[in-house]
């Protein structure tokens, strides 16, 4: 068990202390402040007044220093010539000399020291580092991030008006985004800023510059009654990824996919989504813009262009509530052409995407966003309430591989009354054994007077698999599940790169076939 000292209980403490109570590798054991009374409220650490009289005392292992930045360097350096490894609020110093001071001395004595620049380890930003490296979306086009508070006029000894003691708005809100910016697209070639500095704000707006794109940035200090805000935003060549009001999102230019389906639709073909999801908004919220048929909740709820519902393939009621009353402890979304009920609360529904990486979560996120889940969704429904509706389709997610186990073996001894065809292997995505997507594509087509010979398919996940087998025209994304794949009869381009729209376009003016689906 690692021994941690901290040193500095003022505001920025408040932070680092709960974390440190939270991890089993490491004991918070001291604190140090020359106030005795910020320390009262952690009666179970020991106290001291004293630097020199906490290091006599105390064998730590790491020094945690939430000082005032003027005072960063010779605490830290005092430390590391103990032995001690050091966590350090940023910025290191005000002072270039400081700097390379704190970091010879971490190397001479064989410690680490960390400067605590927070944001290339939160999962938004970590998640537009990973877009930018992979190039999720295409290049980097520009990019913009923005940091703003009060001005912090509450600070011990007034130290943070101080620019001499503290460097003001450039070396405490600022700093953040310009570690983020070099940490996450290496050093620019050219750094240019504006500075407005008065009585009443402290205002720095700076403009990175690299090879294809460039970045602003802007902070301040401003005396109004505002809360603290920061947010940034990304335009890559095919999304623009998005950090505001507290809350994650991704744009993805879709006018590619609405342009072609705009003109096959106008050609007279039918386009016609086959989605796991139970509804899709139709006309200008939609996510074509366009009013179009869909197959929904892996095909068992057939919609018409005005969201009516055309055919419906439903569960065996009793198999609904034999499965319900077996697992209680799974929250079953239950799929119907009048909402989604939920056997769990929210709480239980949010925990099955736990094991979804944040990038996944928010890319999800999006796409509820863009369309497909704005049915009534109802949780905490009882057995009967859920069975007094038409139950089409059944998702869950668990949270434990036994569970995961348990329902997979009791839905493979009833695999004659029910299938499961997820999209992603996380999930359960249950229907009847009747009911997939290409069955509900052959009865939109056979209801539209469209041969089967006629109807190209276009899929890449597990609930695709028995509508790419079906088909003569079938087709899967490069991007595609291998056994999604292995179904098609052949595999074309990547969804990133719009394949899909791309190649419906490119049938159409090869040979005019009467419908194309999706």
Not at 23 to 29: K, T
Not at 166 to 176: N, R
Not at 182 to 191: E, S, W
């Amino acid at each position: 068990m690692l021994k941690v000292g901290l040193i500095g209980v003022g505001g920025i403490s408040g932070a680092h202390i709960p974390a440190w109570e939270k991890r089993e590798d490491a004991e918070l054991v001291a604190l140090c402040d020359i106030r005795p009374e910020q320390m009262e409220k952690y009666p179970d650490k020991r106290h001291y007044t004293d630097f020199d009289e906490m290091l006599s005392h105390e064998s730590l292992d790491i020094l945690d220093i939430c000082l005032p930045t003027y005072l960063h360097a010779d605490y830290s350096v005092k430390a590391m010539e103990r032995g001690i490894h050091v966590l350090c609020e940023k910025p290191v110093s005000l002072k270039k000399e400081d700097v390379q001071r704190v970091y010879a001395c971490a190397e001479k004595n064989h410690v680490k020291f960390m400067i605590a620049q927070v944001l290339r380890f939160w999962p938004e930003y970590e998640i537009v580092k990973t877009i930018y490296d992979q190039k999720t979306y295409g290049e980097l086009l520009s990019g913009s991030m923005r940091r703003l508070g009060l001005r912090p006029k509450w600070s011990w000894d007034g130290w943070m008006m101080d620019e001499n003691r503290s460097g003001l708005v450039p070396f405490d809100l600022h700093i953040h985004d310009a570690d983020f910016i070099v940490y996450a697209f290496g050093k620019p070639n050219r750094v240019t800023d504006f500075r407005a500095k008065r009585p009443e704000q402290d205002y720095i707006n700076a403009i990175y510059e690299y090879d294809g794109f460039f970045l602003t940035t802007e902070a301040s200090w401003y005396d109004a009654p505002y809360p603290f805000a920061a947010d940034f935003r990304f335009q890559f060549e095919r999304a623009v990824v998005a950090w505001e009001k507290g809350e994650m999102k991704i744009y993805e230019a879709d006018g590619t996919i609405r342009r072609a389906i705009r003109e096959l639709t106008e050609a007279g073909l039918h386009v016609v989504p086959a989605t796991g999801r139970s509804t899709l908004p139709i006309g200008e919220h939609g996510f074509t813009g366009l009013a179009l048929d869909a197959c929904c909740s892996n095909g068992s709820i057939v919609r018409d262009s005005h969201g009516e519902v055309l055919k419906t393939w439903t569960i065996d009621p009793q198999i609904t509530e034999e499965l319900l009353k077996e697992f209680p402890d799974i929250c079953f979304d239950c799929s119907t052409p009048d909402g989604m009920f939920s056997s769990g609360s929210f709480e239980m529904h949010q925990a099955g995407f736990k094991k979804d990486s944040p990038i996944k979560r928010i890319v999800m996120r999006g796409m509820r966003a863009r369309g497909g889940y704005h049915e009534e969704q109802y949780f905490d429904q009882s057995i009967g309430d859920i069975l007094r509706h038409d139950v089409c389709k059944i998702n869950c997610r668990v949270t434990s591989p036994e569970l995961e186990r348990d329902l997979k073996a009791y839905l493979a001894e009833r695999s004659d009354r029910v299938v499961n065809a997820p999209f992603d292997p996380v999930m359960f995505e249950i229907t009847d054994v009747a009911c997939n997507k290409g069955e509900s594509v052959a009865w939109l087509a056979g209801y539209y007077g469209i041969a089967e010979d006629e109807v190209a398919v276009y899929g890449d996940g597990g609930n695709d698999i028995a509508m790419l087998k079906r088909f003569r025209h079938s087709y899967a994304t490069k991007n595609a599940s291998d056994a999604a794949k292995a179904a098609a009869s052949a595999t074309i381009g990547s969804c990133m790169v719009h394949a899909v729209p791309k190649h419906m376009l490119a049938t159409m003016h090869k040979q005019n076939s009467r419908t194309i689906i999706e």
